[in-house]
């Protein structure tokens, strides 16, 4: 069973006399930020001189520094800017700071297990990921409750780690709903996998294909996009609630039964065969390796194909029915 601490389990003394340098503005970090001010801890804010973010931190009252400057004076470095910049700031501006003793932070640990970035033995490395988007954290902390998360520890230079790693998860609100001990090699390769299998990479070609199938047998776009992409957001908000199940029991039986029957039809044997190659192209570090060329050349295939994917019809269809329902300006 998995281990699961809660505000209980948290101690936020142990962050009383340490400053807490957050490495990046955005998503995470303006999120990670505030609400660890908010449960009274001291917190400084790295950030590319200048741009929005920077901006934007010291409009909301933050101490804003340039990276090295921040990852120097702070005790903790929690790092929250996108993967594929990490390793270059770490070594540039993060790495000529980080002196022994000093705490380094992640919220995805890709740079840590694949060694894009390797830490001296001398500082301690963990990670508290919540399981939201900062918006989501942010508003949940301020309602007083929070979001799930999890935790883990890949270095204890000072045999602190784990606490120092629980304080944080309860300054940034996960251990009021809880959060799960795991490994930076879990985290990464099932968020990963999510990622491409379900979240962004499958549901996005399922919906493609299903909605290509019913215009290509002659049936109309606007009808096919509302059946195989529009619905889906009613479907997932009842499996978010309620689960698969209850789901299943909120649908009519004529979609259940077809959904029972068929749905094996589309995620075959085949297609789980696929899945265990895209897990195991994870695994070894091919996908990551990719990735990372890719991110050094300037990103020209994922340029091409968000070129291409533009004018699909699905998104043409799409963007005329948001702007007639009211959903999109």
Known sequence: MAKIYYDKDADLEVLKDKTIAIIGYGNQGHAQANN???SGCKVIVGNVRGDRYWQQAVADGFEVLDISEAARRGDIVHMLIPDEYQA????????????????LCFSHGFNIHFKQIVPPSDVDVIMIAPKAPGAILRRMYLQGSGVPGLLAVEQDYSGQAKR?????????????IGVVETTFKEEVETDLFGEQVVLVGGVSELIKAAFETLVDAGYQPEVAYFECLNELKLIVDLIYERGIEGMMAAVSNTAEYGGRTRGKWVIDDRVRKVMLRILADIQSGAFAEEWVEESRRGIPNLKQMREAAKDHLIERVGRELRRWAGIEK
């Open 36 to 38: 660890l001010r908010d």
């Open 88 to 103: 270059q700031v770490y070594r540039e501006q993060i790495a000529p700071g980080l002196s022994r003793g000093k705490v």
């Open 164 to 176: 120092i790693a629980l304080a944080l998860a309860k300054g940034v609100g996960l251990t009021r």
